[in-house]
């Protein structure tokens, strides 16, 4: 019953995560020690990343231009002015920083493993798949605060030492990453299980810390019933409205039906695994883990849907 309710075993994670912090947030001497940790789970990711998305295939796949132009487009273009049509239509009636949290869930690259497995389900297009989660995030990593400073005004000025973090804590171990992979590649890719483990546990300890420091500062007492059904009921839009709308693009294109189920996980997935080391890096604490929220539920939600989505496509392929 469990696997039906959560097809993917990272919500259950999150959801161990969430209420984890909630109940015993990090607290006075503990906070500068939690935040070095998630620090330094954060660089070690984005290393990780580094390492493991494949530069070589990406060069190789962008010449399938029409697909992967697309899946930026959807991923940054539409899906970037769904979440600010989404903070506009929540700003009235939400606390601010939680509606930005609805621009920032809009401006993040694809996930990686979790849409590529669920197009490799659903009969998609294996490859161009993984061209495609390489290509969204090595875009994202320099594109996703770039495009949310533009996109959020005053609320999302880059200061300098942001900046700095940014390129210290993200891109730095991300283009080391990269340098080493010709040697390290070959042990991740042997060590799927593992790098998948250390990769999922170094997003729940910045989540973690992130929510901890939104949990002392008294988001749930900030947050009724109202509010947060608004949150489950914005995001059950998104939801609707990008996985709709990636769909439709890719009949638009006329796509091959194997390109367009890429399409459609590519696009309208989003990534916790850069979203909260991105939050850590551009918000103080106590917003980060507020502006986490919607991302939060949204990326929950998208592995549930596509875990039930993808085999009724690949049924119907079989048809």
């Excluded at 061209?131 to 880059?158: C, M, R």
């Excluded at 109202?226 to 693009?249: C, K």
């Excluded at 592995?303 to 049924?315: D, G």
Aim: a positive charge.
């Amino acid at each position: 019953m469990l696997s039906r309710l959560f097809p993917d075993r990272f919500v259950p994670v999150l959801l161990a995560t969430i209420l984890l912090a909630s109940l015993l947030p990090v607290r006075g001497a503990a906070v500068p020690v939690a935040q070095g940790l998630s620090t330094a789970a954060i660089v070690f990711l984005f290393f990780l990343n580094g390492v493991r998305l494949p530069r070589d295939e990406v060069l190789h796949g962008i010449r399938n231009w029409k697909l992967q132009g697309s899946a930026l487009a959807f991923c940054f273009g539409v899906m970037a002015l769904l979440g600010l049509a989404a903070q506009a239509a929540t700003a009235p009636v939400l606390p601010a920083t939680l509606a930005l949290g609805f621009l920032f869930l809009g401006i993040l690259p694809s996930t990686v493993q979790s849409a590529t497995a669920a197009s490799s389900l659903a009969g998609g297009n294996v490859a161009a798949s993984v061209v495609a989660a390489a290509l969204l995030n090595l875009t994202g990593v320099a594109a996703s605060p770039l495009l949310f400073a533009a996109l959020a005004g005053a609320e999302g000025e880059i200061h300098g030492q942001a900046v700095l973090r940014i390129v210290a804590i993200l891109l730095l171990p991300f283009v080391a990453g990269q340098l080493v992979q010709r040697w390290l590649r070959p042990w991740v890719l042997a060590n799927r299980g593992l790098a998948t483990v250390m990769d999922r546990t170094a997003i729940a300890i910045a989540v973690y810390v992130a929510f901890s420091a939104a949990v002392v500062a008294g988001i749930w007492g900030l947050l009724d019933g109202r509010e947060i059904g608004i949150v489950f009921a914005a995001v059950a839009v998104l939801l609707a409205l990008s996985f709709g709308g990636a769909w439709a693009l890719g009949g638009l294109l006329n796509l091959a039906r194997a390109d367009r189920i890429t399409l459609l996980f590519s696009g309208a997935q989003k990534s916790i695994a850069v979203g909260a080391p991105l939050a850590a890096t551009l918000f103080p604490p106590a917003t980060a883990g507020m502006v986490l929220v919607p991302i939060l539920v949204y990326h929950m939600a998208q592995l549930i849907l596509s875990a039930w989505i993808a085999p009724i496509l690949a049924r119907r392929q079989e048809v």
